[in-house]
């Protein structure tokens, strides 16, 4: 492999994601578990060196990480910026290497202080989605984990919401009764069902959970029926929350296809057509929208 | 000990208590975690000896069981008993004990076709609600995991709905990010504000929750508020969906002390003072209506 002129660092809670980079081209790429929650105090290094140290690397390259690896549990605290604020801003915060071929920086994360949310990681990818979509203005939607919701406007992220409905999807199947109920496969008309009730009528969702199990119990339900019925009720609820974004407003959603294709369903019966983009995409773009604020 | 004239039960998916009783006063009492969820195949009678086999029991001493222990996955499947209908009816069923010193029933639970949903144990506490306060027409409440309402007039178990509350707070309080933000203590206030913000706005709970995160985070959230807002939020959902129920009706509140006051607390900001009674007298009072059905 040629020498990569820098690397390109998503680091989350569970997962940890590199590229070796020349200019904005991925010349390879390297994944590992050892998300922040993995890290022993001191290891942030370590855990990179097992990942990228066999590349051929040049003194001092340029590596530019986002995510919780900026948190004050991180490997070095990068603090948030409030918004309202352009996604990326000024030179990403050094976090200290023993090695010398390595020269780290962390983007910060957002804050709002009224309501209270944060983020880390999305900023990035939301400054990689304007550099390929430089006149946007409307929502852009994060599913996944911590589904974000942020208005963006003139460049700038105006406002963001917070739901974490892929956490509670997966407590909810894997530490409750419902984790007999549910199980592989898809049902689109049960999902399409469920949005529709937890839109209008949001508080099933409390009667509606033991429901699945009940009604695996006595009528037999799917499991594939059950999982797209809880997914369904979830997001449904999400979106009656998130109203004042999506309503009226051109949407991007940026995230993992399945995941964005089950959002875009629900959007569409409520009349807003999104648009869809591959989370690495926004991740790799932003990554070196940051990288040229410190070599430009 | 004197020999107790029959055996109180109370066998759910965690744990196994057990009175050995001399008419409707218990003489002893024990307890143990090996609820239904514990025991291999074939080894409910082991269990059960485990805890009762030291007291002295003479030939055939009856047993009456109520619970999880019923279910499919049991020790014998006593299968539901469509509603309406009383809370106990005929004679439990019988479950083999290689034991000749027991003589083991299991006490049906409920069904409910549209919408379905299903109770194991509730029905026995409901009976024993019911020989307690005979003439009883109203809502039966009770709070737990798998909180009921359940409306019951002339005797009978017209309709009922399941909110699983209880575990959605555990799921939620052990699972996720919110592991951070929740902690010993309470907050009354944070509690009420919760409780009314979900009752008008359920579909707040899809922000809410990533909420406490960020308050804790930004705002120093205390741990003992956002314990109670988490559980306010819940029980606001709950209580907006099963409205039908609660409102303009006579409610009665059965479980753990400290859990029925909150939802006491929730219901009286409502308008409605609703009456408690714990658990444990319920289940002793159901229990022995049951066992008079097979000795009377």
């Given at each position: 492999?040629?020498?990569?002129?820098?690397?390109?660092?998503?680091?989350?809670?569970?997962?940890?994601?590199?590229?070796?980079?020349r200019?904005?081209?991925?010349l390879?790429?390297?994944r590992?578990?050892?998300?922040?929650n993995?890290?022993?105090?001191?290891?942030?290094?370590?855990?990179?060196?097992?990942?990228?140290?066999?590349?051929?690397?040049?003194?001092?390259?340029?590596?530019?990480?986002?995510?919780?690896?900026?948190?004050?549990?991180?490997?070095?605290?990068?603090?948030?910026?409030?918004?309202?604020?352009?996604?990326?801003?000024?030179?990403?915060?050094?976090?200290?290497?023993?090695?010398?071929?390595?020269?780290?920086?962390?983007?910060?994360?957002?804050?709002?202080?009224?309501?209270?949310?944060?983020?880390?990681?999305?900023?990035?990818?939301i400054?990689?989605?304007?550099?390929?979509?430089?006149?946007?203005?409307?929502?852009?939607?994060?599913?996944?984990?911590?589904?974000?919701?942020?208005?963006?406007?003139?460049g700038?992220?105006?406002?963001?919401q917070?739901a974490?409905?892929?956490?509670l999807?997966?407590?909810?199947?894997?530490?409750?009764?419902?984790?007999?109920?549910?199980?592989?496969?898809?049902?689109?008309?049960?999902?399409?069902?469920?949005?529709?009730?937890?839109?209008?009528?949001?508080?099933?969702?409390?009667?509606?959970?033991?429901?699945?199990?009940?009604?695996?119990?006595?009528?037999?339900?799917?499991?594939?029926?059950?999982?797209?019925?809880?997914?369904?009720?979830?997001?449904?609820?999400?979106?009656?929350?998130?109203r004042?974004?999506?309503?009226?407003?051109?949407?991007?959603?940026?995230?993992?296809?399945?995941l964005?294709r089950?959002?875009?369903?629900?959007?569409?019966?409520?009349?807003?057509?999104?648009?869809?983009?591959?989370?690495?995409?926004?991740?790799?773009?932003?990554?070196?929208?940051?990288?040229?604020?410190?070599?430009?």
């Amino acid at each position: 492999m040629t020498a990569p002129d820098w690397i390109a660092v998503d680091w989350g809670t569970t997962r940890l994601r590199a590229w070796a980079m020349r200019g904005t081209d991925p010349l390879a790429e390297a994944r590992a578990e050892t998300g922040m929650n993995a890290i022993p105090p001191g290891g942030f290094e370590a855990a990179l060196l097992d990942l990228v140290g066999g590349w051929s690397l040049a003194p001092a390259t340029p590596v530019i990480a986002c995510g919780m690896v900026g948190a004050r549990q991180g490997w070095v605290e990068a603090p948030y910026r409030p918004v309202p604020c352009p996604p990326l801003g000024g030179v990403p915060v050094a976090a200290h290497c023993d090695d010398p071929r390595l020269n780290v920086r962390i983007v910060p994360g957002l804050s709002q202080s009224a309501p209270p949310d944060v983020m880390r990681g999305e900023e990035t990818q939301i400054a990689g989605f304007l550099s390929l979509n430089p006149d946007f203005d409307g929502v852009v939607c994060l599913p996944g984990s911590h589904c974000k919701w942020v208005h963006v406007s003139a460049g700038e992220v105006v406002s963001f919401q917070t739901a974490m409905t892929g956490e509670l999807f997966a407590a909810l199947s894997r530490h409750t009764v419902l984790r007999h109920s549910i199980g592989d496969g898809w049902d689109d008309d049960a999902f399409g069902d469920a949005v529709s009730t937890a839109l209008s009528r949001p508080e099933r969702l409390a009667t509606g959970l033991f429901g699945l199990r009940a009604e695996g119990l006595l009528d037999g339900l799917a499991p594939a029926s059950a999982t797209a019925r809880l997914s369904g009720l979830l997001i449904g609820m999400e979106l009656a929350a998130t109203r004042a974004y999506w309503l009226g407003r051109a949407v991007a959603l940026i995230g993992a296809p399945d995941l964005c294709r089950h959002y875009a369903a629900a959007l569409q019966a409520q009349g807003v057509t999104p648009m869809l983009t591959r989370a690495d995409t926004t991740t790799l773009a932003g990554l070196a929208a940051a990288r040229r604020t410190v070599a430009p």
